[in-house]
């Protein structure tokens, strides 16, 4: 993983990586920059202090992929750009150890007309999220262990 990137300067598909070093706002938003693009829609997932679900305080997270994480997230991110008229697209997460605060996965789309761009980055994460073999493993305050997405 290691902060391997690919890009694709020639088709909507500009950027994909699952990398163990910080993610960049700047990096997902300049790769989809498109002169025929009249929105943008980026999503931010960070690091929260407690569990979504149970609400009990979190004290460590850490993101694991399958070998397979970037191939899938490929095939998410085509099946975007071929559902939606998307003109640049952008993903990436996180993987290793990670702190309250950081950013776990940007997302990011670009097309002619916002609605059209909240869309697919709205299809883009929650795909991603339910379908690319990533698993996040949580350490609560009381010293309890969860896996999730497994």
Same mark, same amino acid.
């Given at each position: 993983m290691g902060g391997m990137a690919s890009t694709d300067d020639s088709g909507p598909i500009r950027l994909l990586a699952v990398r163990d070093t910080p993610l960049s706002l700047d990096e997902v938003f300049t790769a989809v920059g498109d002169d025929a693009a009249g929105g943008t829609a980026l999503f931010v997932g960070t690091v929260r202090d407690h569990d979504g679900h149970g609400g009990a305080a979190v004290t460590g997270l850490a993101y694991s992929a399958h070998p397979s994480a970037e191939q899938e997230l490929r095939?998410?991110? %085509?099946?975007?750009?071929?559902? !939606?008229?998307?003109?640049? +697209?952008?993903?990436?997460?996180?993987?290793?150890?990670?702190?309250?605060?950081? +950013?776990?996965?940007?997302?990011?789309?670009?097309?002619?007309?916002?609605?059209?761009? !909240?869309?697919?980055?709205?299809? +883009?994460?929650?795909? +991603?999220?339910?379908?690319?073999?990533?698993?996040?493993?949580?350490?609560?305050?009381?010293?309890? %262990?969860?896996?999730?997405?497994?």
């Open positions: 095939r998410v991110a %085509e099946k975007v750009a071929a559902d !939606f008229p998307v003109r640049a +697209l952008a993903a990436v997460h996180r993987v290793g150890d990670l702190r309250v605060g950081d +950013l776990a996965v940007i997302v990011a789309v670009s097309c002619a007309h916002r609605g059209e761009a !909240f869309a697919a980055s709205r299809r +883009l994460i929650d795909d +991603l999220k339910s379908e690319v073999p990533i698993w996040k493993h949580q350490t609560f305050a009381d010293g309890t %262990e969860e896996w999730v997405g497994c």
